[in-house]
């Protein structure tokens, strides 16, 4: 007992909603990208077709599997273009107040049966779904970074969520090719839940001493395998997001060992946001990266 999903739309063309949208036009759905700006939403196109390039020259996918794909893929900034979708993936920045006047834009778009779901890293879904005219049609579905790679995505329902939402999401995300994992809805479900404190403790270990941005990286990297260093894997996340998802821990569990660390919020407040940005505990401007401290 699921819908039809035929056409995807995507609300926010960073780094997750590219990954998304790739993910999705590679499983033949339709998708629209939606984002603010034209020019975002060129260089999104741009990351996607690159990414895919690569994966061509790596022999995971056909040329003409890239050129089909692409071409299920249509940039907007239009927000009446949203009308057909059957499913809305919403991937724009952490933040709740963006994401809620996000959802006051569209929810009036919609067509009465769309699903409506958010990637949220840490939001509250009941909050979140409170905030739309439809409850029962929406829900958390987080995808992983880089979303082409990573074959995790939790599923989160809200207090509302009805069964034919979550029966869809599941038989969607499957269809991605995709492994479900199923998480309540507490701050940041279970991979952020663990991952970001670990990402937060990372960060004290330098602005205590303990280690300079190397020092901790090769130390996790090399002695507990990790595929990226904590800070390498802050900076590939994006030090706002990290930085928004320990404040919805602190706030929504009420207890101090998630304070963020004071230097996370440094480099926020410089705009040294990770690589999005150029810099953040790695400067990315040169050709390798280059520890800032
Ligand atoms: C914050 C949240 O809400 C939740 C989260 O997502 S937390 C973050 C979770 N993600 C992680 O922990 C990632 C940890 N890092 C890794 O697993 C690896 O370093 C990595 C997969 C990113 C790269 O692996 P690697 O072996 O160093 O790199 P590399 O061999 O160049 O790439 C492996 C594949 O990843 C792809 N890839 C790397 N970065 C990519 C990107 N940004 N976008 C798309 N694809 C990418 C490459 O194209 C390559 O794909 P193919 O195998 O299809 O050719
Ligand atoms: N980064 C990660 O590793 C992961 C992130 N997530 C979650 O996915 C979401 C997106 O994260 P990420 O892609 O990294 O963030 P990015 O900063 O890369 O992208 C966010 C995008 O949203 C756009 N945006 C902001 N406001 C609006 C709006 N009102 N309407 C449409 N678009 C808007 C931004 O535009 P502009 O640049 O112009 O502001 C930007 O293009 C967040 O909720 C995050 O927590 C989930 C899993 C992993």
């Keep these: 007992m699921s819908v ?4 995807v739309g995507i609300v926010g063309a960073g780094q997750m909603g590219c990954g998304i949208a790739h993910v999705c036009s590679l499983a033949g759905y339709k998708v629209t990208l939606y984002d603010l700006s034209k020019e975002r ?13 690569r994966q061509v020259t790596n022999g995971k996918m056909g040329d003409d599997e890239r050129k089909t794909a692409l071409s299920y893929i249509t940039g907007s900034t239009d927000v009446q273009d949203l009308a057909s979708m059957d499913l809305v993936i919403e991937a724009a920045t952490e933040d709740e107040n963006v994401k809620r006047k996000i959802f006051g834009q569209i929810c009036p778009v919609l067509k009465p049966e769309a699903l409506l779901a958010t990637n949220t890293s840490s939001l509250s879904i009941t909050r979140l779904a409170a905030a739309t005219d439809r409850p029962e049609q929406f829900m958390g579905i987080h995808f992983m970074n880089p979303v082409p790679v990573m074959k995790l995505v939790e599923l989160v329902r809200g207090i509302a969520t009805g069964e034919k ?7 969607f995300v499957r269809s ?3 492994t479900i994992t199923v998480a309540e809805d507490f701050p940041a479900f279970i991979v952020n839940r663990i991952l970001l404190p670990m990402i937060n403790e990372a960060i004290y270990t330098l602005y205590e001493g303990v280690g300079s941005v190397e020092a901790i990286d090769t130390a996790m990297k090399l002695g507990a395998n990790h595929p990226m260093g904590p800070l390498q894997l802050a900076d590939f996340i994006g030090l706002d997001t990290c930085l928004s998802i320990m404040q919805v821990l602190h706030d929504g569990l009420a207890d101090s060992k998630y304070r963020p660390c004071p230097l996370l919020v440094k480099y926020v ?3 040294w946001l990770g690589r999005k940005s150029g810099r953040g505990f790695y ?6 990266p280059v520890p800032t401290r």
């Design 165 to 171: 939402t979550f029966e869809t999401a599941k038989d």
């Design 4 to 7: 039809m999903i035929k056409n």
């Design 269 to 271: 407040e410089a705009g």
């Design 283 to 288: 400067d990315y401007r040169g050709e390798v």
């Design 41 to 53: 939403i060129e260089a999104s196109l741009a990351t996607i077709n690159g990414n895919m390039a």
């Design 176 to 178: 991605l090719d995709k």
